[in-house]
T-cell receptor, first 113, second 115 residues
Framework: AQSVTQLDSQVPVFEEAPVELRCNYS??????LFWYVQYPNQGLQLLLK??????LVESINGFEAEFNKSQTSFHLRKPSVHISDTAEYFC???????????FGSGTKLNVKP | EAQVTQNPRYLITVTGKKLTVTCSQN?????MSWYRQDPGLGLRQIYY???????DKGDVPEGYKVSRKEKRNFPLILESPSPNQTSLYFC??????????????FGPGTRLTVT
């Protein structure tokens, strides 16, 4: 079974500053990687995903994540955050059979004015 | 509108009283799944279903049952709820993975309290 580690439970940052949310997973087998975002009192929404190909993937709202196979990491970055980015972010992993999903414990991003 | 619906949204019950949380999706998705969300633990998968009449255990299936008699519905059943099942529950659905889509669509959540 996979385990997904998000070391930072909370990340406070000022508006327009850069941010990195870290995610590491346990297994070296082929995996699919995802970042989901959860706004207060809502369900999760897919932010971006890595399935294959380019190791750098981007979302429509300026986030990007890089798949690093040797370090089994999939860190999420944004060069300049907005107040509206305040939410909880979850990293998730699925092995290539796709049957099961494994989520990290989440990172609460708090963007301050 | 494409969506996953869950009912009820909030439920307070007592230990041992059987309950069912319904989940329905209108996107003709093959894959459906139940998760529970607990502070500091993230989401943990309870059960999933690859299609009608095909279900399997996730990481934390103890104390739960599911069924998939119709493609659109995937109810979660707690035969004898206990306080440690107090949690926020999410249902999700997606197309079958062979389609190339791996995006799960999540319902709004059901907050369950067992006293």
């Amino acid at each position: 079974a996979q385990s997904v580690t998000q070391l930072d439970s909370q990340v406070p940052v000022f508006e327009e500053a850069p941010v990195e949310l870290r995610c590491n997973y346990s297994s070296s087998v082929s995996v699919y990687l995802f970042w989901y975002v959860q706004y207060p009192n809502q369900g999760l929404q897919l932010l971006l995903k890595y399935l294959s190909g380019s190791t750098l993937v981007e979302s429509i709202n300026g986030f990007e994540a890089e798949f690093n196979k040797s370090q089994t990491s999939f860190h999420l970055r944004k060069p300049s955050v907005h107040i509206s980015d305040t939410a909880e972010y979850f990293c998730a992993v699925s092995e290539h059979n796709f049957n099961k999903f494994y989520f990290g414990s989440g990172t609460k991003l708090n963007v301050k004015p | 509108e494409a969506q996953v619906t869950q009912n009820p949204r909030y439920l307070i019950t007592v230990t041992g009283k059987k309950l069912t949380v319904t989940c329905s999706q209108n996107m003709n998705h093959e894959y459906m799944s139940w998760y529970r969300q607990d502070p500091g633990l993230g989401l943990r998968q309870i059960y999933y279903s690859m299609n009608v009449e095909v279900t399997d255990k996730g990481d934390v299936p103890e104390g739960y049952k599911v069924s998939r008699k119709e493609k659109r519905n995937f109810p979660l059943i707690l035969e004898s709820p206990s306080p440690n099942q107090t949690s926020l529950y999410f249902c999700a659905s997606s197309l079958y993975p062979a389609s190339g889509s791996y995006e799960q669509y999540f319902g709004p959540g059901t907050r369950l309290t067992v006293t």
